[in-house]
């Protein structure tokens, strides 16, 4: 206030006197702005050199000392590809010294700042990978009759499609504890994965209802009911279950797209609708969707818009067609 109260009387006093203050505040200004640019220019000058000795000293070996370098540093350099080879020393460090929390937090920066680089995707993909590794054995280690070591190692098997060996690990883990949420819903998959029997729909349907009993709650296990109800044309019990899948989980595509399929088979149009316009809107890409949301539309008479998923439809169908192709020419 009293250097605005001051420069008002100087105004006041003297036009000569004002012109000569404006042009000293000018200049006061314009070297204020430049000592802030010079300060911005010398800061990131002094990251980029803290984080090159930081990549330096992880490159010696000498992780304890470069992550603090590193983490300081590297925020304030302006070099982008620098930045990119500062946040991959500190992921490195981090893993090598055993600090998991320093190695996420570099990589949860790096994917913020730079999501599509190939060096932050491509270690992104090693680091977790060996995160989870980790992680397993030291489940392994510490607790190897738990039922969290038992249920790895199943689905470390189920994944090799070692299906037996993997049931029998499930089994062993309900006999621990019959109520673990997931594993009849797993035995139930395993059953559908292995060579069909005539009666594979009904061990597998027994499976995902018991785990309905223990979690009333699993979209995925609603889901398949409705495709084994579906497969056997047991129209009015596939509704159900695709109605719960979809009720359970809002972004499940599938359950929204069955749904309408078994309304369209009982020939109630104006219910499949509206799931089935859902089911489109989650998976745009699926021809399947386009195609029965046009049958829906037709037996209705809405032929203007029937005409139109057809048209989606055919889109779709050579788009799935040309990624295809492409796949074929990526040499093996």
Same mark, same amino acid.
């Given at each position: 206030?009293?250097?605005?109260?001051?420069?008002?009387?100087?105004?006041?006093?003297?036009?000569?006197?004002?012109?000569?203050?404006?042009?000293?505040?000018?200049?006061?200004?314009?070297?204020?702005?430049?000592?802030?640019?010079?300060?911005?220019?010398?800061?990131?000058?002094?990251?980029?050199?803290?984080?090159?000795?930081?990549?330096?000293?992880?490159?010696? %070996?000498?992780?304890?000392?470069?992550?603090?370098?590193?983490?300081?540093?590297?925020?304030?350099?302006?070099?982008?590809?620098?930045?990119?080879?500062?946040?991959?020393?500190?992921?490195?460090?981090?893993?090598?010294?055993?600090?998991?929390?320093?190695?996420?937090?570099?990589?949860?920066?790096?994917?913020?700042?730079?999501?599509?680089?190939?060096?932050?995707?491509?270690?992104?993909?090693?680091?977790?990978?060996?995160?989870?590794?980790?992680?397993?054995?030291?489940?392994?280690?510490?607790?190897?009759?738990?039922?969290?070591?038992?249920?790895?190692?199943?689905?470390?098997?189920?994944?090799?499609?070692?299906?037996?060996?993997?049931?029998?690990?499930?089994?062993?883990?309900?006999?621990?504890?019959?109520?673990?949420?997931?594993?009849?819903?797993?035995?139930?998959?395993?059953?559908?994965?292995?060579?069909?029997?005539?009666?594979?729909?009904?061990?597998?349907?027994?499976?995902?209802?018991?785990?309905?009993?223990?979690?009333?709650?699993?979209?995925?296990?609603?889901?398949?009911? %409705?495709?084994?109800?579906?497969?056997?044309?047991?129209?009015?019990?596939?509704?159900?279950?695709?109605?719960?899948?979809?009720?359970?989980?809002?972004?499940?595509?599938?359950?929204?797209?069955?749904?309408?399929?078994?309304?369209?088979?009982?020939?109630?149009?104006?219910?499949?609708?509206?799931?089935?316009?859902? %089911?489109?809107?989650?998976?745009?890409?699926?021809?399947?969707?386009?195609?029965?949301?046009?049958?829906?539309?037709? %037996?209705?008479?809405?032929?203007?818009?029937?005409?139109?998923?057809?048209?989606?439809?055919?889109?779709?169908?050579?788009?799935?067609?040309?990624?295809?192709?492409?796949?074929?020419?990526?040499?093996?």
């Amino acid at each position: 206030m009293r250097q605005a109260s001051t420069l008002a009387c100087l105004i006041f006093m003297s036009r000569f006197m004002n012109r000569f203050l404006l042009l000293a505040l000018t200049l006061g200004i314009l070297a204020g702005s430049g000592r802030a640019q010079s300060g911005t220019r010398a800061a990131a000058t002094d990251g980029s050199s803290a984080a090159q000795r930081g990549i330096g000293l992880v490159d010696e %070996g000498r992780c304890q000392e470069a992550l603090p370098v590193l983490k300081k540093a590297t925020p304030l350099t302006s070099d982008k590809q620098l930045k990119i080879k500062a946040g991959l020393a500190m992921v490195r460090c981090g893993l090598q010294s055993n600090q998991t929390e320093a190695a996420v937090n570099a990589l949860l920066w790096l994917n913020r700042e730079f999501p599509t680089d190939p060096d932050v995707l491509y270690v992104t993909t090693h680091a977790f990978s060996d995160l989870s590794t980790r992680a397993a054995l030291q489940l392994a280690t510490s607790a190897p009759l738990s039922t969290q070591a038992r249920e790895l190692n199943a689905e470390s098997l189920e994944s090799q499609g070692k299906w037996d060996e993997a049931a029998a690990q499930y089994n062993l883990i309900l006999k621990q504890q019959p109520d673990v949420q997931g594993i009849h819903y797993r035995l139930g998959r395993i059953i559908l994965s292995k060579p069909a029997t005539p009666t594979t729909a009904d061990e597998a349907r027994s499976e995902f209802q018991a785990e309905l009993r223990i979690n009333p709650h699993n979209a995925g296990a609603e889901y398949v009911l %409705g495709e084994l109800s579906r497969q056997a044309q047991q129209w009015e019990d596939a509704i159900e279950h695709f109605s719960r899948a979809a009720s359970l989980d809002a972004s499940f595509a599938d359950a929204f797209l069955g749904l309408g399929f078994a309304l369209n088979s009982v020939s109630r149009y104006a219910e499949a609708i509206p799931p089935l316009q859902r %089911g489109v809107k989650l998976q745009p890409e699926n021809p399947t969707g386009h195609y029965q949301l046009a049958v829906a539309y037709n %037996g209705v008479g809405r032929k203007e818009d029937a005409k139109l998923e057809v048209r989606l439809q055919k889109e779709a169908e050579e788009k799935i067609e040309q990624a295809r192709q492409k796949a074929s020419e990526v040499p093996q």
